[in-house]
Nanobody, 118 residues
Framework: QVQVVESGGGSVQPGGSLRLSCAASGHIFSVTAVEWYRQAPGKSRALVATITTGGTTNYADSVKGRFTISRDSAKNSVYLQMNNLKPEDTAVYYC????????????WGQGTQVTVSQ
């Protein structure tokens, strides 16, 4: 099994920055990709960024140029650097580790709240 835990959320003003962390444990060699999702109030969960084991990254159009996903393999961690935050970035952010074993084995974190407001 793989487990992930998010941290780093908080409240910031528009234009501010936050760095989210996703720490993985367990059978991490089964992980093929790590993704960040977010769910805003009244909205469905949306994909924000992806990083594969090969290092390929992808971003939602809404965060391109502002967010950066990265990894530290030695620490079994993935990060989401969020710059120039906007009120519409307010959401609960979730880390998901994609398992080679199939969707039912994907690991979801508990979520961390990001609030962007004056």
């Amino acid at each position: 099994q793989v487990q992930v835990v998010e941290s780093g959320g908080g409240s910031v003003q528009p234009g501010g920055s936050l760095r989210l962390s996703c720490a993985a444990s367990g059978h991490i060699f089964s992980v093929t990709a790590v993704e960040w999702y977010r769910q805003a109030p009244g909205k469905s969960r949306a994909l924000v960024a992806t990083i594969t084991t090969g290092g390929t990254t992808n971003y939602a159009d809404s965060v391109k140029g502002r967010f950066t996903i990265s990894r530290d393999s030695a620490k079994n961690s993935v990060y989401l650097q969020m710059n120039n935050l906007k009120p519409e970035d307010t959401a609960v952010y979730y880390c998901k580790a994609t398992s080679i074993r199939g969707r039912e084995y994907d690991a979801w974190g508990q979520g961390t709240q990001v609030t962007v407001s004056q």
